[in-house]
Protein backbone atom coordinates (compact mmCIF):
# COMPACT_ATOMS: atom_id res chain seq x y z
CA UNK A 1 0.00 0.00 0.00
CA UNK A 2 1.03 3.73 -0.94
CA UNK A 3 0.14 6.88 0.70
CA UNK A 4 1.99 9.86 -0.87
CA UNK A 5 1.02 11.43 -4.01
CA UNK A 6 3.07 10.95 -7.24
CA UNK A 7 3.35 13.26 -10.30
CA UNK A 8 0.86 11.18 -12.15
CA UNK A 9 -1.75 11.13 -10.05
CA UNK A 10 -1.53 15.07 -7.89
CA UNK A 11 -4.55 15.92 -9.94
CA UNK A 12 -6.88 13.06 -9.25
CA UNK A 13 -6.23 13.31 -6.05
CA UNK A 14 -7.15 16.56 -5.74
CA UNK A 15 -10.22 16.19 -7.75
CA UNK A 16 -11.40 13.31 -5.46
CA UNK A 17 -10.50 14.72 -2.17
CA UNK A 18 -13.07 18.14 -3.76
CA UNK A 19 -15.91 15.44 -3.92
CA UNK A 20 -15.75 14.28 -0.85
CA UNK A 21 -15.67 17.99 0.99
CA UNK A 22 -18.32 18.75 -1.59
CA UNK A 23 -20.40 15.53 -0.80
CA UNK A 24 -20.14 16.90 2.83
CA UNK A 25 -21.22 20.25 1.99
CA UNK A 26 -24.42 18.85 0.09
CA UNK A 27 -25.17 16.95 2.76
CA UNK A 28 -25.01 13.79 1.68
CA UNK A 29 -21.83 12.14 3.89
CA UNK A 30 -22.64 10.34 6.99
CA UNK A 31 -20.42 10.23 10.32
CA UNK A 32 -17.44 9.25 8.78
CA UNK A 33 -18.47 6.18 6.66
CA UNK A 34 -19.16 5.71 2.96
CA UNK A 35 -16.69 5.54 0.42
CA UNK A 36 -15.18 7.17 -2.94
CA UNK A 37 -12.47 5.84 -5.23
CA UNK A 38 -10.70 6.70 -8.27
CA UNK A 39 -8.71 4.41 -10.77
CA UNK A 40 -4.98 5.03 -11.85
CA UNK A 41 -3.75 2.35 -13.77
CA UNK A 42 -5.14 1.34 -16.66
CA UNK A 43 -6.85 -1.89 -15.73
CA UNK A 44 -8.46 0.06 -12.64
CA UNK A 45 -6.74 -2.09 -10.09
CA UNK A 46 -4.39 0.71 -8.67
CA UNK A 47 -6.79 2.49 -6.97
CA UNK A 48 -7.12 5.78 -4.80
CA UNK A 49 -9.24 5.14 -1.62
CA UNK A 50 -9.92 7.72 1.40
CA UNK A 51 -8.48 6.00 4.59
CA UNK A 52 -10.79 4.34 7.56
CA UNK A 53 -13.24 6.60 9.13
CA UNK A 54 -11.94 9.91 8.36
CA UNK A 55 -14.33 12.45 7.60
CA UNK A 56 -15.47 13.62 4.36
CA UNK A 57 -15.07 17.38 5.41
CA UNK A 58 -11.55 16.80 6.35
CA UNK A 59 -10.20 14.49 3.45
CA UNK A 60 -7.07 16.53 1.39
CA UNK A 61 -5.07 14.77 -1.49
CA UNK A 62 -2.47 13.59 0.63
CA UNK A 63 -4.75 11.60 2.58
CA UNK A 64 -5.81 9.32 -0.03
CA UNK A 65 -4.65 5.42 -0.08
CA UNK A 66 -3.05 4.04 -3.16
CA UNK A 67 -4.12 0.58 -3.32
CA UNK A 68 -3.73 -2.54 -5.22
CA UNK A 69 -6.91 -4.26 -5.83
CA UNK A 70 -5.33 -7.65 -6.02
CA UNK A 71 -3.21 -7.29 -2.65
CA UNK A 72 -5.82 -8.04 -0.09
CA UNK A 73 -2.47 -8.25 2.51
CA UNK A 74 -3.53 -4.16 2.89
CA UNK A 75 -5.88 -5.12 5.39
CA UNK A 76 -3.25 -6.73 7.83
CA UNK A 77 -1.66 -3.47 8.04
CA UNK A 78 -1.48 -0.90 10.54
CA UNK A 79 -3.04 1.42 7.80
CA UNK A 80 -6.13 -0.48 6.62
CA UNK A 81 -9.01 0.75 4.85
CA UNK A 82 -12.78 -0.02 5.81
CA UNK A 83 -13.62 -3.34 5.39
CA UNK A 84 -16.58 -2.69 3.60
CA UNK A 85 -14.78 -0.27 1.36
CA UNK A 86 -12.42 -3.10 -0.03
CA UNK A 87 -15.32 -5.34 -0.17
CA UNK A 88 -16.91 -3.25 -2.22
CA UNK A 89 -14.34 -0.75 -3.97
CA UNK A 90 -11.86 -3.36 -4.41
CA UNK A 91 -13.76 -5.71 -5.73
CA UNK A 92 -15.16 -3.41 -8.59
CA UNK A 93 -11.75 -1.66 -9.29
CA UNK A 94 -10.56 -5.69 -9.75
CA UNK A 95 -13.44 -6.78 -11.97
CA UNK A 96 -14.93 -3.27 -13.82
CA UNK A 97 -11.70 -1.72 -15.33
CA UNK A 98 -14.17 0.90 -16.90
CA UNK A 99 -15.56 2.22 -13.83
CA UNK A 100 -12.30 4.26 -13.64
CA UNK A 101 -14.40 6.34 -10.54
CA UNK A 102 -16.89 5.02 -8.39
CA UNK A 103 -18.74 7.42 -5.67
CA UNK A 104 -20.73 5.51 -2.67
CA UNK A 105 -23.13 7.22 -0.47
CA UNK A 106 -26.23 7.43 2.03
CA UNK A 107 -27.90 10.27 0.28
CA UNK A 108 -31.04 11.03 1.53
CA UNK A 109 -33.63 10.66 -1.11
CA UNK A 110 -31.09 7.78 -3.04
CA UNK A 111 -31.27 5.85 0.27
CA UNK A 112 -35.69 6.85 0.79
CA UNK A 113 -35.52 5.57 -2.62
CA UNK A 114 -33.57 2.14 -2.52
CA UNK A 115 -36.29 1.83 0.58
CA UNK A 116 -39.04 1.17 -1.30
CA UNK A 117 -40.38 -1.84 -2.05
CA UNK A 118 -40.10 -0.58 -6.17
CA UNK A 119 -37.36 1.29 -5.87
CA UNK A 120 -37.73 1.86 -9.54
CA UNK A 121 -36.48 5.74 -10.95
CA UNK A 122 -39.81 6.19 -12.83
CA UNK A 123 -39.13 8.87 -15.54
CA UNK A 124 -41.48 11.53 -15.07
CA UNK A 125 -39.24 14.43 -15.67
CA UNK A 126 -35.98 15.88 -17.70
CA UNK A 127 -33.27 14.52 -14.36
CA UNK A 128 -36.00 11.38 -14.12
CA UNK A 129 -35.43 10.49 -17.37
CA UNK A 130 -31.64 11.40 -17.79
CA UNK A 131 -31.08 7.71 -16.86
CA UNK A 132 -33.84 5.71 -18.09
CA UNK A 133 -31.76 2.32 -19.46
CA UNK A 134 -28.74 3.46 -17.15
CA UNK A 135 -29.87 1.96 -13.88
CA UNK A 136 -29.00 -1.22 -12.51
CA UNK A 137 -30.74 -2.60 -8.86
CA UNK A 138 -29.20 -4.77 -6.11
CA UNK A 139 -32.31 -6.63 -4.13
CA UNK A 140 -29.49 -8.93 -1.93
CA UNK A 141 -29.14 -6.91 1.05
CA UNK A 142 -27.61 -8.57 3.82
CA UNK A 143 -26.39 -6.15 6.47
CA UNK A 144 -22.85 -4.31 6.47
CA UNK A 145 -20.95 -5.61 2.79
CA UNK A 146 -17.80 -6.83 4.07
CA UNK A 147 -17.71 -9.67 2.42
CA UNK A 148 -15.86 -10.34 -1.16
CA UNK A 149 -19.16 -12.34 -2.07
CA UNK A 150 -21.00 -9.18 -1.70
CA UNK A 151 -18.48 -7.48 -3.82
CA UNK A 152 -18.66 -10.23 -6.48
CA UNK A 153 -22.77 -9.61 -6.18
CA UNK A 154 -22.76 -6.16 -6.92
CA UNK A 155 -20.52 -5.96 -9.73
CA UNK A 156 -22.94 -8.89 -10.87
CA UNK A 157 -25.64 -6.32 -10.43
CA UNK A 158 -23.86 -3.15 -12.12
CA UNK A 159 -22.60 -5.19 -14.99
CA UNK A 160 -22.41 -2.12 -17.51
CA UNK A 161 -24.24 0.31 -15.86
CA UNK A 162 -23.50 3.57 -14.58
CA UNK A 163 -25.42 4.04 -11.12
CA UNK A 164 -26.62 0.68 -9.08
CA UNK A 165 -29.23 1.44 -6.58
CA UNK A 166 -28.73 -0.41 -4.02
CA UNK A 167 -31.85 -1.80 -2.33
CA UNK A 168 -32.43 -0.84 1.41
CA UNK A 169 -28.89 0.90 1.07
CA UNK A 170 -28.35 3.50 -1.13
CA UNK A 171 -26.24 4.48 -3.91
CA UNK A 172 -23.85 4.08 -6.12
CA UNK A 173 -22.67 6.06 -9.25
CA UNK A 174 -19.67 5.17 -11.40
CA UNK A 175 -17.84 7.46 -14.02
CA UNK A 176 -14.92 8.11 -16.42
CA UNK A 177 -13.33 10.95 -14.09
CA UNK A 178 -14.06 12.93 -10.80
CA UNK A 179 -16.79 15.22 -12.04
CA UNK A 180 -18.33 12.94 -14.30
CA UNK A 181 -19.35 10.30 -11.85
CA UNK A 182 -20.13 13.69 -9.30
CA UNK A 183 -22.35 14.97 -11.88
CA UNK A 184 -23.97 11.46 -11.78
CA UNK A 185 -24.36 11.13 -8.47
CA UNK A 186 -25.48 15.25 -8.37
CA UNK A 187 -28.34 14.39 -10.76
CA UNK A 188 -28.95 11.07 -8.86
CA UNK A 189 -30.18 12.74 -5.77
CA UNK A 190 -32.30 15.08 -7.97
CA UNK A 191 -34.13 12.83 -9.56
CA UNK A 192 -35.10 10.74 -6.19
CA UNK A 193 -35.94 13.79 -4.55
CA UNK A 194 -38.41 14.63 -7.19
CA UNK A 195 -39.50 10.94 -7.67
CA UNK A 196 -40.42 10.56 -3.41
CA UNK A 197 -41.86 14.20 -3.73
CA UNK A 198 -44.48 13.25 -6.14
CA UNK A 199 -45.34 9.91 -4.68
CA UNK A 200 -45.86 11.70 -1.22
CA UNK A 201 -48.85 13.52 -2.75
CA UNK A 202 -50.64 10.07 -2.74
CA UNK A 203 -51.49 11.24 -6.62
CA UNK A 204 -50.52 8.75 -9.15
CA UNK A 205 -47.55 9.42 -11.12
CA UNK A 206 -47.28 10.73 -14.76
CA UNK A 207 -44.43 8.23 -15.96
CA UNK A 208 -42.90 8.99 -19.63
CA UNK A 209 -43.43 6.76 -22.90
CA UNK A 210 -40.60 4.47 -22.77
CA UNK A 211 -39.78 6.63 -26.48
CA UNK A 212 -39.78 9.66 -24.74
CA UNK A 213 -37.50 8.89 -21.81
CA UNK A 214 -35.48 7.29 -24.02
CA UNK A 215 -35.08 10.43 -26.47
CA UNK A 216 -35.06 12.65 -23.31
CA UNK A 217 -31.55 10.26 -21.53
CA UNK A 218 -30.23 10.63 -25.43
CA UNK A 219 -30.76 14.56 -25.35
CA UNK A 220 -28.36 14.69 -22.13
CA UNK A 221 -25.52 13.33 -24.22
CA UNK A 222 -24.93 16.17 -25.51
CA UNK A 223 -25.15 17.92 -22.04
CA UNK A 224 -22.26 15.93 -20.70
CA UNK A 225 -19.92 18.49 -20.55
CA UNK A 226 -21.51 20.21 -17.93
CA UNK A 227 -20.19 17.86 -15.58
CA UNK A 228 -16.64 19.60 -15.72
CA UNK A 229 -17.71 23.15 -15.52
CA UNK A 230 -20.20 22.65 -12.93
CA UNK A 231 -17.47 20.38 -10.99
CA UNK A 232 -14.90 23.17 -11.49
CA UNK A 233 -17.47 25.92 -10.34
CA UNK A 234 -17.80 23.65 -7.10
CA UNK A 235 -14.05 23.14 -6.63
CA UNK A 236 -13.88 26.87 -6.75
CA UNK A 237 -15.96 27.41 -3.66
CA UNK A 238 -13.92 24.97 -1.34
Not at 194 to 218: F, H, K, M, W, Y
Request: net charge negative; proline share 5%; glycine share 8%.
Amino acid sequence: MKDLPSQDDSALREDLAAAFQLCHRFGWSESVGNHFSAALSEDGKQFLLNPRWQHFATIKPQDLLLLDADDASVMEGPNAPDASAWTVHGTMHRLLPHARVILHCHSPYATALSCLEDPTLYPIDNNTARFFGRIAYDHGFGGIADATEEGERFVSSMGAAPVLVMGNHGVTVTGESVADAFEELYFFEKAAQTLILARSTGQPLAVLSDEVAQNTAQGWDAYRGMAARHFGYLKSTL
